[in-house]
């Protein structure tokens, strides 16, 4: 029996949308500006019109492959005489960046078979890891599940307050112990407390310090290894949080934790304070991983269900084009 982790409750709210677009605004301006530029007045498509789209997509952090995808599809729409006007290359210009995050739109799913369904969430420090943990927590047990939180980033007594703070908000058991502790024992420790509660789902922090890079990814392999002495399975998913304003350099970040861990998907966080959001369709085209959720705001159910076509659009208006162009 397995369930999907998304807000199919929160998708029928008055609003959403807005509020997806509000929170990508920052990015949704570096497209619409440049976008609204090389279309502005054009009635024909020509090469500066192209280069003009690709020096948006750049510019707004797409990537070189990305960007260089979007740009041959394009040109070989245009080859064949399948795009006849400016129309027609906006709207396949929107449909080629759906498709770049296609195949990464995958929601998380909990296999109920599995108690505790148990997630590692890794990150460096910043990425708001421990948030996405709250927020996450949240959603499951918006959805009846019972969960439980272990602290395992014992390296800052800050990151294990966060998270008791987390417990505490959402009446969370919360299994911690003190700092500088052996981050796999904590989380040995939280599994066999969940077994015996009955929990549905344990989510569970770690440290997030890249710079020292051997030690963390040791550590990570060790929770791995704790795990798997009481479940094989264990863990069941690896959530690596990306902050969407460290631009390409998450695209690194994703590399470092996939080499000591099996990532298995994607939160992207922080796209409400950044205009770098552009970078999520590099991400999809170079790391080929579940994206599950996107942070567009600060608020408690502002961690969205990744959706290509909401995403687009929300980075995109009809009306807009339709100002530029008359």
């Known amino acids: 029996m397995t369930s999907n982790v998304a807000d199919e409750a929160e998708d029928s709210k008055p609003g959403l949308f807005s509020r997806m677009r509000s929170g990508l605004s920052k990015t949704r301006s570096r497209f619409v500006d440049g976008i609204g530029r090389a279309f502005l ?7 500066d019109l192209l280069e003009q789209i690709e020096a948006t997509l750049l510019t707004s952090d797409v990537g070189v492959e990305a960007t260089r995808e979007v740009i041959t599809n394009l040109t070989q729409k245009i080859a064949r005489r399948a795009l006849n006007d400016s129309r027609a290359l906006f709207d396949s210009l929107k449909s080629e960046l759906v ?9 998380l799913v909990i296999d109920s078979s599995k108690k505790p ?14 948030t996405s943990i709250g927020k996450l927590a949240n959603l499951l047990k918006q959805q009846g599940k019972t969960v439980m939180l272990a602290a395992g980033d014992t390296f800052r007594a800050a990151a294990v307050e966060q998270l008791s703070v987390w417990g505490d908000r959402l009446d969370l058991p919360v299994i911690s112990q003190g700092n500088g502790a052996d981050s796999a024992s904590v989380i040995f420790d939280a599994m066999a407390a969940a077994r015996s509660r009955d929990i549905d789902v344990l989510i569970a922090d770690t440290a997030g310090r890249l710079q020292n890079k051997k030690n963390l990814m040791d550590e990570l392999s060790k929770i791995n290894r704790v795990l798997a002495r009481q479940d094989p399975d264990a863990p069941h998913a690896v959530l690596l949080a990306l902050d969407a304003g460290t631009g390409q350099n998450a695209i690194s970040q994703a590399r470092e934790f996939q080499s000591a861990v099996n990532v298995t998907g994607l939160i992207l966080t922080k796209l409400d304070g950044t205009a770098k959001g552009g970078v999520i369709f590099a991400i999809a085209r170079q790391l080929r991983l579940p994206i599950h959720f996107v942070g567009v705001g600060e608020k408690l159910d502002d961690m969205r269900a990744f959706s290509a076509q909401q995403f687009v659009d929300a980075l995109f208006d009809d009306d807009e084009f339709s100002d530029v162009q008359n």
């Open 117 to 130: 369904f148990v997630i590692v969430m890794v990150g460096v420090n910043g990425a708001g890891k421990t």
């Open 41 to 47: 007045g054009e009635k024909e498509i020509d090469d």
């Open 99 to 107: 498709g770049l995050l296609a195949a990464s739109e995958s929601p």
